[in-house]
Nanobody, 126 residues
């Protein structure tokens, strides 16, 4: 079971990025997926999550209206579309998976996830 996060980079304030989380070794559509981030000197925090069924989603207040999480089960990949990026969005972004087949629930806490990707750096700076 592996998760591969990619698609980070350097972008100016107001710009967009779309990190992706690709799964190998398991079928992603049986899993709830979460995105988390950790900025230097800060604790890891939840950004967004999506359930295995019906695509129920949750967003942290700090990203509501700017970020959109989605999944493409055919590609075994989850995306995080990030628009109107701010310098405070700068962090390493991680994706995580938890088996929740057929559920409309996605965990908000990092401690409820079993599998983690390696992280992708997002830097928002002019």
């Amino acid at each position: 079971v592996q998760l591969q996060a990619s698609g980070g980079g350097l972008v100016q304030p107001g710009g967009s990025l779309r990190p992706s989380c690709a799964a190998s070794g398991f079928t992603l559509d049986d899993y709830a997926i979460g995105w988390f981030r950790q900025a230097p000197g800060k604790e890891r925090e939840g950004v967004s999550c999506i359930s295995s069924s019906a695509g129920s989603t949750h967003y942290a207040d700090s990203v509501k209206g700017r970020f959109t999480i989605s999944r493409d089960n055919a590609k075994n990949t989850v995306y995080l579309q990030m628009n109107s990026l701010k310098p405070e969005d700068t962090a390493v972004y991680y994706c995580a998976a938890r088996y929740y087949s057929g559920s409309y629930y996605c965990p908000h806490s990092q401690y409820e996830y079993d599998y983690w990707g390696q992280g992708t750096q997002v830097t928002v700076s002019s």
